[in-house]
Structures are given as structure tokens and as C-alpha cells.
T-cell receptor
Framework: GQQLNQSPQSMFIQEGEDVSMNCTSS?????WLWYKQDPGEGPVLLIA?????ELTSNGRLTAQFGTTRKDSFLNISASIPSDVGIYFC????????????FGAGTILRVKS | DAGVIQSPRHEVTEMGQEVTLRCKPI?????LFWYRQTMMRGLELLIY????????DSGMPEDRFSAKMPNASFSTLKIQPSEPRDSAVYFC?????????FGSGTRLTVV
């Protein structure tokens, strides 16, 4: 089936630093979604990408849909303590009626 | 809108007991999903409904798990009998056009 591989698994960075994480797949995705999960809460959608090559920003967050449609990345600029959480990439599994598959997540910790 | 509402937030039960988790999706959303999250396996889709009809339950671990959606505003996930390995956070999510909205989850501990 379609699997999403996220890297890095975790990051421990200094407040103010930029963060970059990515997601790859051996299969083509037509949509890439990036979610953030705060401790004790459910994942919340940050950015949705629908077109190959698309670059979309949401505040300090920027995400891109790779041109091969097999990867995506998420950047966070000037990190702050509330950026702490788990970041998931996700995409619809076309083999199974477009139900979402999730990557394993990138755990982000920020030192202030 | 209050978002996706799950109850209870926390459940501690003894092995062998029946557990029922509840979900109220966002009004107007036509798809509902039950996920389980563990450290080892991440987020796993258990079952999803479209217009109240179960479409794919291939993720349900075994016969001890069952889910129902009697109407567009309510769904349950039942585990009977529960086992310690069922301990996890269970999320419900609803969707209209692909963007999933998750509830805050139910943290289940089976002792």
C-alpha cells in the first residue's frame, strides 16, 4: 500500500531557528496535507497542497508539493516555544477510496 | 461550530470489560473516521463511514472491535472484551471534502 516516510523523527532546536522536515512516498499523491498535534489533542490541519510544485504559506509555515508528486516538505521559520508538538504529513490513499494515510510524525522540541 | 466532540476524554477500565467510545461529528460532514494512536504504530485508521454507511473496516484489529453510526450526528466504537493491548488514544475525525477535522481523542487505559 501507499506509505509515507517522514524525517527527521525528532528535532530539538533553539528558539528562533528555522525548521525543515519532509515526507516522501514511493507512490504518487495528488494531495499533501500537513497536520500538527499538540500534547493531549487531536491533529489539526496546518496546510493543504493540491498541485505539484505548489508552494503555500500559513504565517511562519511554508509547505511545498514536490514536482514528482512523491514528496513534500514543511518549513517553520523563526521557531517559538508553542511550535512544540508532532507534525504529520498525510495524503489520501488512492488504492482505498482516498482514506488518509499518515506519516509517523516528526516530534519538534524547542529550547527557549 | 464546536468541532468534533468525543467522549469520554479519559477511560480507565479493567481487562474484560466493555468499553464504548462516542463521537459527534461536525454537522454537515458526510464522512467519519475512527483512528487509534500508539507510540509503536502511530495513527492507524480503524474504520470509516460515508453517509453513515461503513465503507472500510479493514483496520479494525479483531472481532472484539465494532463501530456503528446510527445517524449523521453520532458514532460509537465499542471494544468487548477489552484487553491491555487496546490501551491507546482513539480519535474520531469527520470530513466533507477531504479536509479531516479531528476530535480531542479518548485516552483508553485497560488494566
Amino acid at each position: 500500500g501507499q506509505q509515507l516516510n517522514q524525517s527527521p523523527q525528532s528535532m530539538f532546536i533553539q528558539e528562533g531557528e528555522d525548521v525543515s522536515m519532509n515526507c516522501t512516498s514511493s507512490s504518487i499523491f495528488n494531495t499533501w496535507l500537513w497536520y500538527k498535534q499538540d500534547p493531549g489533542e487531536g491533529p489539526v490541519l496546518l496546510i493543504a497542497l493540491y498541485k505539484a510544485g505548489e508552494l503555500t504559506s500559513n504565517g511562519r509555515l511554508t509547505a511545498q508539493f514536490g514536482t514528482t508528486r512523491k514528496d513534500s516538505f514543511l518549513n517553520i521559520s523563526a521557531s517559538i516555544p508553542s511550535d512544540v508538538g508532532i507534525y504529520f504529513c498525510a495524503g489520501p490513499n488512492m488504492e482505498y477510496g482516498n482514506k488518509l494515510v499518515f506519516g509517523a510524525g516528526t516530534i519538534l522540541r524547542v529550547k527557549s | 461550530d464546536a468541532g468534533v466532540i468525543q467522549s469520554p476524554r479519559h477511560e480507565v477500565t479493567e481487562m474484560g470489560q466493555e468499553v464504548t467510545l462516542r463521537c459527534k461529528p461536525i454537522s454537515g460532514h458526510n464522512s467519519l473516521f475512527w483512528y487509534r494512536q500508539t507510540m509503536m504504530r502511530g495513527l492507524e485508521l480503524l474504520i470509516y463511514f460515508n453517509n453513515n454507511v461503513p465503507i472500510d473496516d479493514s483496520g479494525m484489529p479483531e472481532d472484539r472491535f465494532s463501530a456503528k453510526m446510527p445517524n449523521a450526528s453520532f458514532s460509537t466504537l465499542k471494544i468487548q472484551p477489552s484487553e491491555p493491548r487496546d490501551s491507546a488514544v482513539y480519535f474520531c475525525a469527520s470530513s466533507l471534502f477531504g479536509g479531516y477535522t479531528f476530535g480531542s481523542g479518548t485516552r483508553l487505559t485497560v488494566v
